[in-house]
């Protein structure tokens, strides 16, 4: 399998894996991480992120592109 690759280094405009990381707080006021995974595509301006989902869903989630630090080829499918 491929490793992680730095965000500035992927391809744009086809789908690939990216990988997020995301600081919350919860009620209380405690951190916690978020992790995503998601395949989507990178427009070429670098201003948006298409989420490549199932069925005809589309996908948001409130991360940003100061959020995503690495990318990765899609692995070929089972034969």
Do not use: C, R
Not at 6 to 22: R, S
Not at 31 to 54: C, N, Q, R
Not at 61 to 69: E, K, N, Q
Request: glycine share 6%.
């Amino acid at each position: 399998m491929t490793e992680w690759q730095p965000i500035e280094t992927a391809p744009h405009e086809v789908p690939i894996l990216l990988y997020a990381k995301k600081t919350k707080h919860n009620k209380n006021g405690a951190p916690f991480v978020l992790f995503f995974h998601v395949v989507a595509t990178i427009d070429d301006d670098m201003k948006d992120i298409s989420a490549v989902g199932f069925g005809g869903y589309e996908w948001e989630w409130d991360f940003d592109f100061m959020d995503i630090t690495h990318w990765m080829p899609l692995p070929e499918p089972p034969k």
